[in-house]
């Protein structure tokens, strides 16, 4: 019988251990989960904003976007000033283009019309025939003159090679070097533009 109660204190003693035991586990788990609910706090702090802070930041944002909009509006705007004047501009110069090739044709119908007149013409006089082509002549120097058509200087000039094209060279001990003694073919200017340069002859000792 003595054995028999010291058993069952024992096993009443194991019972009021086993209580304390889980216990203190529970505690122990529950540190542990602090502890790591902690450090994922350290590691991920939370960002905490004022009120007044976050209205200053979104009316600052509709504020930038605001002057994008702004902006976009008059790029968009000047870019189609731009397309509106490129063409505007090129369809100016195509029609100046028009009125100058006008005028060029006014100028030169004239002479166009002596000529049919020269070629219909029934005189075998080799003089009046002459005389005729060299008033034809004449009247398209005056046209081109008219137009703003230059010959240039070249012979007894020296050369230069912005107006003249050397295309043969001489010796000749009474001439400077460079000096223009023939010219091949005559030049021109437009309006002080150079269109053609004078083919010339030129001394080099």
Known sequence: MAEQKEQEQQEQGKKQEQPNLNSEQAQLAA???NSQANAA?????????????????????????????EMTDRYKRLQ???????????????????????QIICELLPVVDNFERA??????????????????????NNAL??????????????FDPTQHEAVMRVEDANQPDGMIIEELQKGYKVKGRLVRPSMVKVVGN
Do not use: H, W
């Not at 939370?46 to 976050?54: L, P, T």
């Not at 189609?80 to 009125?99: H, M, V």
């Not at 003159?145 to 000039?157: F, H, R, S, Y």
């Open 145 to 158: 003159v008219e137009l703003g058509v230059e010959p240039i200087n070249a012979v007894g000039n020296i």
């Open 119 to 140: 070629t219909t013409s029934e005189a075998t006089d080799v003089d009046t025939l002459a005389k005729g082509v060299q008033m034809i002549f004449r009247q398209l």
């Open 80 to 102: 189609a000033d731009f397309d509106n004047f490129r063409r505007r501009t090129r369809q100016e110069k195509e029609e100046l283009s028009a009125i100058v090739a006008e």
């Open 41 to 69: 706090t350290e590691e991920n702090p939370e960002i905490c904003f004022v009120s007044e802070d976050v209205s200053k930041v979104m009316a600052a944002l509709e504020e930038k976007n605001r002057l994008l909009e």
């Open 31 to 33: 540190k542990q989960k």
